[in-house]
């Protein structure tokens, strides 16, 4: 691109980071770009970062759409102007600021707790690295306001972020979201009040820790079955994160003494350097700990992303051999383990319910249907299971919920996923299955066997900078401009338009109202139960397919051939999108 053919709104923005309100440096490379890189000037500054599903997150460099000391400023500065507005009553606003392991993330922590300190905000910073369910838990357990995390959770070494949460613990939701951007959007540079007073920084750490993970503890469902099985080869990594020290804690707590580790792994690195990307959904990450499994015939895997909000899991199957499981299949052993020890341990008074995503596998409500339980489907976003809990916190209780991106919680003291609660539970569970005789594969066969295979696979289509953005806008338009009447040969007999709020029977044409926020997301269910979800990420510059098939399943040895022909199911209605 031609510097001639940058827009004048992309070059006044970039300009006012000319100004002595810019350190040197910025000022240096923001005139570099000006007069040599038209297209990265473009890419900084044509847009400012947004509060999407996961808050603000973005590439760290200098500009208006990248993560910096002054766009985290100017959040900060815009969420302190809100929160003052919105509790302008209490005799003090209190908040807890936390971070990952990633590159800049104590610096963008220090200067966020620096602002809010400047703006007469009582701040309780923790001491080093936490986890964000940690955040989570804090926030309500110090009666705080608000809450932020810096981290860009799972997304590649260039990335990183900042997750706003509210006084309930859970991340900011309409309206705050969109009020809290619309102060944002007033704040000059010149208006962040930096470096606050240091006596208004409460440093917090080991004494939180022990609280925090005495909680997970008290979530045990099956003591006797650890206390039989203590000695459980469990390998774990925290993939140069956060989790290094709590998951190991929280294991402990419950009474595991086997826990392996992958020494490597265990020093927290920004550049997470044995990993080309640190997440667990992917069989890379998992690698070093799946060869120490193999080396020392481990029970199963464990491995967290850098803030320890999402874990994935490796298990042997019926031949030996470790196999990752989706986040969906994870999910669905958690869940079914809940339900079956709330019922056996006399839990289930009648007013119990789960959660899930849209997009998270039907499985978990089959499961929920089993019991009579209420499973209620919400937005992509963990705030949504979040806000759901709240909503029903004083008259009914939450068992537990989940998303298919390797994100799970139960109790209901933290409000966000939570790996460290969820490697518990997977520990206790594994030892759960183990008292019978059996893996946890074993278990998971035994739910197909009862429920159904259910097969699914998320497709990610990257389509990055302005231009991409503007062609995933173009593919949601015409998708909903002609919708799909059959996938894959089969008929659609339902269709739903979240950003109309409106589902529609394509059968009879009737249609009816969706209770839940608008969110620009397509769901197609087939004649034979095939359900298809379209959206945009909300926080990666990616359009997503979600794909989910489901058959009955005979007997376990029928299971190579059900898995087959669901992927080649899977497979053909890819190929129509």
């Not at 401009?481 to 008929?491: D, L, M």
């Given at each position: 691109m031609d510097s001639k053919n940058i827009s004048q709104e992309i070059k006044q923005k970039a300009s006012a980071w000319l100004t002595g309100k810019f350190d040197e440096a910025t000022r240096r490379e923001v005139q570099d770009m000006l007069d040599n890189?038209?297209?990265?000037?473009?890419?900084?500054?044509?847009?400012?970062?947004?509060?999407?599903?996961?808050?603000?997150?973005?590439?760290?460099?200098?500009?208006?759409n990248r993560m910096n000391?002054?766009?985290?400023?100017?959040?900060?500065q815009g969420l302190c102007n809100y929160l003052k507005k919105n509790f302008a009553g209490l005799p003090e606003i209190k908040v807890a600021v936390g971070h990952d392991s990633r590159n800049n993330s104590r610096l963008f922590a220090e200067?966020?707790?620096?602002?809010?300190?400047?703006?007469g905000i009582r701040v309780y910073l923790f001491d080093a690295l936490r986890p964000t369910p940690e955040l989570s838990f804090a926030i309500r357990h110090l009666g705080c306001q608000s809450g932020v995390v810096v981290t860009a959770s799972h997304n590649p070494k260039e990335y990183n972020g900042y997750k706003a949460y509210w006084d309930d613990g859970a991340q900011v939701i309409p309206?705050?979201?969109?009020?809290?951007?619309?102060?944002?959007?007033?704040?000059?540079?010149?208006?962040?009040?930096?470096?606050?007073?240091?006596?208004?920084?409460?440093?917090?750490?080991?004494?939180?820790?022990?609280?925090?993970?005495?909680?997970?503890?008290a979530l045990s469902l099956s003591p006797e079955a650890i206390a039989r099985h203590k000695d459980l080869k469990i390998v774990y990594t925290p993939i140069h994160g956060t989790g290094v020290k709590l998951v190991p804690m929280a294991l402990k707590k419950l009474g595991f003494e086997n826990i392996i580790h992958i020494p490597e792994q265990d020093i927290s690195d920004g550049n997470f350097p044995t990993v080309v990307s640190p997440n667990p959904e992917e069989p890379a990450a998992l690698s070093l700990a799946v060869a120490k499994a193999e080396a020392c015939d481990a029970d199963?895997?464990?491995?967290?992303?850098?803030?320890?909000?999402?874990?994935?899991?490796?298990?042997?199957?019926?031949?030996?051999?470790?196999?990752?499981?989706?986040?969906?299949?994870?999910?669905?052993?958690?869940?079914?383990y809940l339900v079956r020890r709330w019922?056996?341990?006399?839990?289930?008074?009648?007013?119990?319910?789960?959660?899930?995503?849209?997009?998270?596998?039907?499985?978990?409500?089959?499961?929920?249907?089993?019991?009579?339980?209420?499973?209620?489907?919400?937005?992509?976003?963990?705030?949504?299971?979040?806000?759901?809990?709240?909503?029903h916190e004083a008259t009914d209780r939450f068992i537990g919920g989940g998303e298919e991106s390797y994100g799970y919680l139960c109790g209901e003291f933290v409000r966000d996923k939570d790996a460290v609660m969820s490697g518990a539970m997977f520990a206790e569970l594994t030892a759960w299955a183990k008292d019978q005789g059996k893996t946890l594969y074993d278990i998971l066969m035994d739910i197909y066997v009862r429920f159904g295979v259910y097969k699914a696979k998320g497709i990610s289509v990257v389509k990055k900078?302005?231009?991409?953005?503007?062609?995933?806008?173009?593919?949601?338009?015409?998708?909903?401009?002609?919708?799909?009447?059959?996938?894959?040969?089969?008929?659609?007999?339902q269709r739903t338009d979240y950003l109309l709020s409106q589902s529609t029977d394509c059968l009879t044409g009737a249609t009816s109202t969706v209770n839940l926020p608008k969110s620009n997301v397509l769901q197609y269910v087939t004649e034979d139960g095939a359900k298809v979800t379209i959206r945009p990420s909300g926080t990666e510059p990616k359009i997503k397919f979600y794909i989910e098939v489901h058959a009955d399943l005979p007997g376990r040895a029928d299971f190579s051939r059900i898995d087959k022909q669901l992927s080649d199911e899977i497979d053909r209605i890819a190929a129509s999108f």
């Open positions: 890189r038209p297209d990265e000037l473009t890419e900084c500054f044509y847009k400012d970062l947004e509060f999407g599903t996961g808050g603000l997150r973005g590439i760290m460099g200098v500009g208006t000391v002054y766009t985290v400023g100017m959040a900060t200067t966020t707790a620096g602002i809010f300190a400047a703006n309206p705050h979201d969109k009020n809290i951007i619309a102060e944002v959007g007033r704040v000059t540079v010149d208006q962040v009040k930096f470096n606050g007073p240091q006596e208004l920084i409460t440093i917090i750490g080991s004494e939180l820790d022990e609280v925090y993970t005495d909680r997970i503890k199963v895997v464990f491995g967290t992303d850098p803030d320890a909000d999402r874990i994935g899991l490796a298990v042997k199957d019926d031949r030996g051999k470790w196999i990752l499981l989706s986040g969906n299949q994870s999910a669905t052993l958690l869940i079914y019922k056996e341990t006399g839990r289930l008074k009648g007013h119990e319910y789960l959660v899930k995503t849209i997009v998270t596998t039907e499985l978990i409500r089959a499961i929920a249907q089993s019991e009579n339980i209420p499973c209620y489907d919400v937005l992509t976003g963990f705030k949504w299971i979040a806000d759901t809990i709240a909503r900078g302005k231009s991409g953005a503007e062609e995933i806008e173009r593919m949601m338009s015409g998708y909903r401009a002609k919708p799909f009447e059959s996938i894959a040969g089969h008929r659609v007999v």
